[in-house]
């Protein structure tokens, strides 16, 4: 149980597009996403949280208007990576927490995805 | 703001031999303590938590004790096999921040054969 699906698993672009990248769990509803970005050989940075239906809450440095975040589902959240710049190309890593119940505390952690900005 | 320092950043051990993995943390307020294995290109998994109202908890190899008092947790894995090797990220993390992660920075554990 307990598993959380990401895709794409890696994505080259342009620099000045846009990519999209999904994820969701599998067989639980996720009240809670988390938004990780990592750079190699170094621990996760939080980028944001989103409760289902509502805004994505930024943490500070992350700029809320390149880095769209939508968790329109309890299942699905989005993160679209605006008019990306060969800065942006990182590891991103999303996590799910059903904030119910007697598992509340734990994340879940999705596979990654490995942004390639040219 | 809570802060956890992980010790070592790498330890490598021959196969068979334990392993221990030390992380200490600064707001005692924190009372869910999760261990997460990372393999090469891939996400993090969740391997053991402990809370803060068990001082210990096991699961086959895989062991973590807690110290409140000394405010450090601690990762054990015994019988270490090939497998094992990865990347380890212990973290903390308490009710009223809504149980955000603060992370440790990684030890790369190493299984020689």
């Known amino acids: 149980g307990a598993v959380v699906s990401q895709h794409p698993s890696w994505v080259i672009c342009k620099s000045g597009t846009s990519v999209k990248i999904e994820c969701r769990s599998l067989d639980f509803q996720a009240t809670t996403m988390f938004w990780y970005r990592q750079f190699p050989k170094q621990s996760l940075m939080l980028m944001a949280t989103s409760n289902e239906g509502s805004k994505a809450t930024y943490e500070q440095g992350v700029e809320k208007d390149k880095f769209l975040i939508n968790h329109a589902s309890l299942t699905l959240s989005t993160l679209t990576v605006t008019s990306a710049h060969p800065e942006d190309s990182s590891f991103y890593i999303c996590?799910?927490?059903?904030?119910?119940?007697?598992?509340?505390?734990?994340?879940?952690f999705g596979p990654g995805t490995r942004l390639t900005v040219t | 703001g809570e802060n956890v320092e992980q010790h070592p950043s790498t330890l490598s051990v021959q196969e068979g031999d334990s392993a221990v993995i030390k992380c200490t943390y600064s707001d005692s307020a924190s009372n869910y303590f999760p261990w997460y294995k990372q393999e090469l290109g891939k996400g993090p998994q969740l391997i053991i938590d402990i809370r803060s109202n068990v001082g210990e908890k096991k699961d086959q190899r895989i062991a973590v004790t807690l110290n409140k008092t000394a405010k450090h947790f601690s990762l054990h894995i015994t019988e270490t096999q090939p497998e094992d090797s990865a990347v380890y990220f212990c973290?903390?993390?308490?009710?009223?921040?809504?149980?955000?992660?603060?992370w440790g920075a990684g030890t790369k554990l190493i299984i020689k054969p």
């Open positions: 973290a903390a993390s308490r009710l009223d921040s809504n149980y955000q992660l603060i």
């Open positions: 996590s799910a927490r059903d904030q119910r119940g007697t598992r509340r505390k734990e994340q879940y």
